[in-house]
């Protein structure tokens, strides 16, 4: 599968470009995590892999012929985390840190399942 750009364009009235029109602006989704156990620190950027189960999904269409596309996706495990660019400090250093903190978030996850303490939490905020 292709990557798929999330951003969204929306004119920002308080950019201007050069011409005196509204500049786009791009906006993303965000993910917040809440988790019973510590979460392993994550670099400022970089790439993410996770298992989800998608939810509901939708398709809207304004009056002026506009779609918007919308999906519910529970993100149940974080897989893996490779860091962007190289931030202050050793990245070697960080990245075997990071490594050390995700082993131990999924084997307290697979822990916890195992003694029936897994999230039964199914909302999702918006």
Known sequence: MEAIDLGI???SPEVASPAGKPEDSVHYPSLYIDSDSPLPQLPETGTMTIAF???SRSM???AEGEQRHSVVIEVTQILDVEGGE???GDQEANDEDRD???DKYAAD???GKAAGAGS???NVND
Do not use: F, M, T, Y
């Open 9 to 11: 364009k929306s004119p």
């Open 53 to 55: 189960k998608r939810g």
């Open 60 to 62: 809207n269409e304004s």
């Open 86 to 88: 190289a931030e202050e």
């Open 100 to 102: 050390a903190q995700l």
């Open 109 to 111: 996850e697979v822990k």
């Open 120 to 122: 039964s939490n199914d």
